[in-house]
């Protein structure tokens, strides 16, 4: 049987996907300055919760802003190409993604599994989720209580400013004079929500709409986003793996172009154990 990796090197998680008809393991751990290393040892640990060995891969593509990270693979292929192919296969009526990630939100429009155009934000932290941790340790609230904690707001507490330093101070000034914090939760989302539907209406959008990346863990965001966008959004079942589904998926597709042809790609990643150890 052949086995087909991907490996997505986010800005804050890397994840690993390893499929052959199906997925057969799959794993999510924090990117930390060293990503060679990372992207080894989440590797290692994906191919062990498989039972297989490196040798039994037969192709690895790499996807994320640090793909070029990843000494083992065949192919390093763009996160916007890779989350529509692994998007379609697990919700293939959607055809608009949003990707709530750490340092940068998207907005990809898809058609088949294919990427019709997309748009994206990678200037500033407003609209991704650094934002929002930023303003839940501002609040002394864990990042991942947020979203439920905002849906005890009696009311959303618009917050005007959409820059993260004075946002965070706008919000430190409303809780000292009473504000409660699930309603300046809500108001937070509902402004970040604001600023990423803004981006993404530049698609014309169509549904089903899907949110993935970490802000889909958030039910807080993705609730405000649907409120938007006057609709019911769709999260996946992990939605921090799409990326790295989808660039094992695209180097299953590879393979069998050339077995088609009555070739074979050629591998150029190297060896697990020689990328593992490096100066």
Do not use: W
Not at 5 to 20: E, Q
Not at 104 to 114: A, E, F, H, R, V
């Amino acid at each position: 049987m052949d086995y087909f990796a991907g490996v997505d090197i986010g800005s804050t998680m890397t994840k690993v996907v390893i499929v052959s008809g199906r997925i057969e393991s799959s794993l999510i751990g924090p990117t930390g300055p060293e990503h060679r290393k990372l992207a080894n040892r989440v590797m290692e640990e994906a191919l062990g919760q498989a039972r297989l060995s490196f040798d039994d891969l037969t192709y690895i593509v790499a996807t994320g802003y640090g793909r070029i990270n990843v000494p083992f693979a065949d192919r390093q292929i763009t996160e916007i190409t890779c989350h529509a192919k692994g998007l379609q296969s697990l919700l293939p009526s959607v055809k608009t993604v949003i990707d709530v990630g750490g340092q940068d939100s998207k907005g990809i429009k898809i058609l088949n599994g294919k990427v019709m155009n997309f748009v994206m934000n990678d200037k500033c932290a407003a609209g991704t989720g650094r934002f929002l941790e930023i303003i839940a340790d501002s609040l002394g609230v864990p990042l991942d209580k947020i979203g439920e904690i905002s849906l005890t707001a009696e009311k959303i507490a618009p917050v005007s400013s959409t820059c993260t330093v004075f946002a965070e101070a706008e919000i430190i000034s409303r809780l000292a004079t009473g504000e409660p914090i699930a309603n300046l939760i809500a108001g937070i989302h509902d402004a970040v929500a604001t600023r990423i539907a803004s981006m993404v209406k530049k698609l014309n959008v169509e549904p089903d709409i899907a949110v993935t990346g970490g802000g889909a863990k958030n039910i807080g965001l993705v609730k405000a986003l649907g409120s938007k966008f006057g609709r019911e959004l769709l999260v996946p079942p992990e939605p921090l793996i799409t990326g790295a589904l989808g660039a094992a998926l695209m180097g299953k597709d590879i393979y069998e172009k050339y077995a088609a042809e009555g070739q074979k790609p050629t591998r150029i990643g190297k060896k697990l154990e020689e990328a593992t150890f490096f100066k």
